[in-house]
């Protein structure tokens, strides 16, 4: 097994498993749109899925079901990483919005629960948080 192949097993297998997470949800609520497509397009990209992987995956997804989260600890490792996918062009739209709301549902977190997730998520993630709450962050790293 090459290098390029231990790779691929570990951190693309994961990243696959996220892209077609986010495609599962965004289907969900029956055919993809032209938003979603461009919005999923997006999310490749981020996560370096070529156009074979996009077409395999989008034509499968039954094969790749909205991973389980028996915790809230998994569920928040789960939208967390998909901030950070979000946020990798320091922004996120009124779509990919929608779609984290639909994801955070999807893992099992209520719709309010899912909504307060996010809006702190933003809130950090968009570097609006306030300085007594960077201040508690940093120390709750140490």
Do not use: W
Not at 25 to 38: L, P, T, Y
């Amino acid at each position: 097994m090459s290098i390029s192949e231990i790779y691929e097993s570990g951190e693309q297998k994961k990243h696959i498993e996220h892209f077609a997470a986010i495609a599962n949800i965004a289907v969900v609520d029956g055919q993809m749109n032209e938003d979603e497509s461009r919005l999923l397009r997006k999310f490749a990209g981020k996560l370096d899925i070529d156009e074979h992987q996009y077409t395999s995956i989008i034509k499968n997804l039954d094969k790749y079901p909205i991973p389980s989260a028996n915790s809230m600890e998994e569920r928040l490792e789960y939208i967390y990483e998909l901030f950070r996918m979000i946020y990798v062009d320091h922004k996120m739209d009124e779509q990919e919005l929608r779609l984290i709301h639909k994801y955070a549902i999807g893992l099992g977190c209520n719709a309010e629960r899912a909504k307060g997730i996010i809006q702190k998520s933003m809130k950090i993630f968009g570097g609006e948080i306030s300085f007594e709450n960077y201040k508690y962050l940093l120390n709750a790293i140490e």
